[in-house]
């Protein structure tokens, strides 16, 4: 897809994010799966309002997507995520058989509460470990997208933050 293609979808993305508020207290992440042009899920993260650690937006969206498709397969999909997806949604897009990943604000645009590994690009790990024919593109709208989220330097209390 042309670069153009892909900040129409990341701004469908960052709609999708912010439809619930913006606090990035509540990781307002956005991801819309598009094939053949078309977006076929839109969904954010609802780990909080659904008391579930999975429902990561990217999830939510992987399994929207998948419905009614043979084994849930998204072969020649694009997946936009607002955020570099943590190590559980690469491996969903993954298994999912998604074949482009693009997201906007990645692990050094953002504080490090959003991930799960603070020293680990799983980005960087999985490129060298599985399959070939998955692709990654990070930076779309790189300051659109981080503008979402605290920033690396900002002080965010402890008993504010995921993955601590």
């Given at each position: 897809m042309?670069?153009?293609?892909?900040?129409?979808?990341?701004?469908?993305?960052?709609?999708?994010?912010t439809?619930?508020?913006?606090?990035?207290?509540?990781?307002?992440?956005?991801?819309?799966i598009?094939?053949?042009g078309?977006?076929?899920?839109?969904?954010?993260?609802?780990?909080?309002?659904?008391?579930?650690a999975?429902?990561?937006a990217?999830?939510?969206?992987?399994?929207?997507?998948?419905?009614?498709?043979?084994?849930?397969?998204?072969?020649?999909?694009?997946?936009?995520?607002?955020?570099?997806?943590?190590?559980m949604?690469?491996?969903?897009?993954?298994?999912?058989?998604?074949?482009?990943?693009?997201?906007?604000?990645?692990?050094?645009?953002?504080?490090?509460?959003?991930?799960?590994?603070?020293?680990?690009?799983?980005?960087?790990?999985?490129e060298?470990?599985?399959?070939e024919?998955?692709s990654?593109?990070?930076?779309?709208?790189?300051d659109?997208?981080?503008?979402?989220?605290?920033?690396?330097?900002?002080h965010?209390?402890?008993?504010?933050?995921?993955?601590?």
């Amino acid at each position: 897809m042309a670069q153009h293609d892909d900040e129409t979808f990341m701004r469908r993305a960052l709609e999708v994010a912010t439809q619930a508020g913006d606090d990035p207290a509540l990781s307002p992440i956005g991801c819309v799966i598009v094939l053949n042009g078309q977006v076929i899920a839109a969904e954010r993260n609802h780990v909080q309002a659904r008391c579930d650690a999975t429902a990561h937006a990217e999830i939510e969206a992987i399994r929207a997507a998948g419905r009614g498709r043979d084994g849930g397969e998204l072969r020649g999909a694009v997946l936009y995520s607002t955020l570099q997806p943590c190590g559980m949604c690469t491996m969903a897009a993954i298994w999912s058989k998604v074949g482009r990943v693009v997201y906007g604000a990645g692990r050094d645009d953002v504080h490090q509460m959003y991930f799960e590994a603070r020293h680990i690009d799983t980005l960087a790990f999985l490129e060298d470990a599985y399959r070939e024919d998955i692709s990654f593109t990070g930076g779309v709208l790189r300051d659109e997208c981080a503008n979402l989220y605290f920033g690396p330097d900002d002080h965010v209390p402890e008993d504010e933050q995921g993955n601590v």
